[in-house]
């Protein structure tokens, strides 16, 4: 798993009632955090970081990793929960193409156009036989995606 550390900037109206809120709370984390909150409401801070752990682009930006799966794509190379995964070239593009724009949709076309440079001229169903190749290595139940999902009558996305 990887964390990225993410600023955010609120209003001190926002953290006013935000660190209210957090104060009341029952949760430790949240009453620690309470007080950020009334710093920034207070005007002695104007942003907090925070760090989110999950599926981001890690500090080596060659690396997206999304839950199990991990693509680098300086090496060109794939892995699921460690384990090489051997993709052709066009399957390894196609996948890495959908990671790096990660919950974007996009059609059979736009897929196309970006991994082959050039105007859409490939039946339809082309694309869809790498996307079923790529579930098939990637996928722990191809028939349930969890990674490379179908968004019907539009086109593929990879899982946010």
Known sequence: MVTRRTRIDITPA????????????????????????????????????VAIDGATHSDDENLIVIGELAINTASRTVALSGTPVQLTPKEFDILAFLAANRGTVFSKEEIYQAVWNDRYLLDSSNIMAFIRKIRKKIEPEPDNPRYLLTVWGVGYKMCE
């Open 14 to 49: 926002e953290a006013a009632e935000l660190s209210h809120a957090l104060f009341s709370s029952d949760s430790a984390l949240a009453r620690d955090l309470a007080p950020v909150f009334s710093d920034i409401a207070a005007g002695r801070l104007s942003a907090v970081e």
